[in-house]
């Protein structure tokens, strides 16, 4: 069956690691947009900020060029409005990990390919914080650099990620 | 090349209350896209999408197990927040009235005995009544049960008879 979701890179964590990387050597650079999503993603440590950053060269750019702005809603008080800017990661969300929590979510990447425009993506996080409640985020950010990238990377503001969490990346064809 | 969304079952209902899938859910995928795509019979307004789940057996779990947070995007006023925990569905997943309207959910581990259960939904509808307005969702929910969900329904709080078609993909 032909179709235009197309799976690029999948990774299952089968033991605990301090960071998960899509792409890099396994990027196709074929397309204009691409999905991500992850499941069942689980911390070792409870109540960590969920960080990302992009590859350039299969690294991680590590310096403080990343804006983000985001909805962050919760199901007990007033949603928050979070906003940064000249981080170095984009921070969505916060996880948890007792029984049944875990963090979800899809993402999309624009230009990543394009060495002339700025990165940007979009963001909606579900999850389970560790307030017991469901908390989750819906924004963006962009990469102010413009240069070409060819990956993404996750990891936690503490602790790694756990087993059983999945990323994969789709590439959505042109 | 193959493709990594795959059609699972489609559902038109006409004139009903609510709309069921059963055993939809299963070990081959994590992720679901759920299109459901609506009108009411007659424009009452405020018709929100709810949203249960249904375990291994085809049981509705009708208990105070599910958590709701959903922002309502509005050209009328003030954007809304609803923060609903605790409630026997997930509530207010987006709005659609005579004219319509359309949402997608992204449903997560629902069958993993092991996860709770979680959501996404993204609207944008109409309200028929006056005064007129676009409506919309971005909200998040959860069944908060470890268990093996096979199955869902959606029906809507002022259970209006409705008609549309909800279709089940599966993202490989």
């Not at chain 1, 916060?94 to 993506?121: C, Q, V």
């Not at chain 2, 009708?62 to 958590?67: K, L, R, S």
């Not at chain 2, 919309?136 to 002022?158: D, E, L, P, Y």
């Amino acid at each position: 069956m032909s179709g235009s979701l197309i799976k690029i890179h999948e990774v299952t964590v089968t033991s605990a690691v301090s960071s998960v990387t899509l792409g890099g050597s396994d990027w196709d650079s074929s397309y204009d947009v691409y999905m991500v999503k992850f499941s069942n993603l689980k911390p070792t440590t409870d109540n960590v900020l969920n960080r990302v950053r992009i590859l350039v060269s299969s690294s991680p750019v590590i310096t403080a060029e990343y804006d983000s702005a985001n909805k962050g809603l919760r199901s007990d008080t007033t949603f928050d409005n979070n906003a940064s800017v000249n981080q170095a990661y984009w921070e969505f969300d916060r996880s948890g990990n007792a029984t049944g929590e875990n963090t979800n979510a899809t993402l999309y990447l624009f230009n990543f390919n394009n060495a002339s425009e700025y990165n940007f993506i979009t963001t909606e996080f579900s999850g389970s914080s560790p307030f017991d409640l469901i908390y989750g985020a819906t924004g963006g950010g962009v990469h102010t650099v413009a240069q070409a990238s060819n990956g993404i990377q996750f990891f936690f503001s503490s602790g790694n990620i756990d087993t059983g969490s999945k990323f994969t990346l789709y590439g959505l064809k042109k | 090349m193959a493709t990594n969304l795959e059609f699972i079952k489609s559902v038109t209902i006409s004139s009903t209350t609510v709309i069921d899938m059963n055993f939809v859910f299963s070990d081959e995928y994590d992720v679901y896209v759920l299109k459901w795509d609506f009108s009411v019979d007659t424009a009452s307004g405020g018709n929100w999408n709810y949203l249960r789940f249904k375990d291994s057996g085809n049981t509705i779990d009708t208990g105070t197990n599910y958590d709701s947070a959903v922002l309502h995007p509005r050209t009328d006023g003030t954007f809304s927040e609803y923060k609903l925990p605790s409630t026997t569905s997930m509530q207010r997943m987006g709005i659609q009235d005579q004219l319509g309207g359309g949402t997608i959910f992204t449903i997560y581990n629902p069958f993993d005995s092991g996860s709770y259960t979680f959501v996404q939904c993204q609207n944008s509808g109409w309200d028929n009544v006056s005064p007129t307005r676009l409506f919309g969702a971005k909200g998040i929910g959860v069944h908060k049960v470890a268990q093996s969900n096979t199955g869902f329904r959606i029906f809507n709080n002022a259970v209006s008879s409705m008609s549309g078609t909800a279709s089940l993909y599966g993202v490989k």
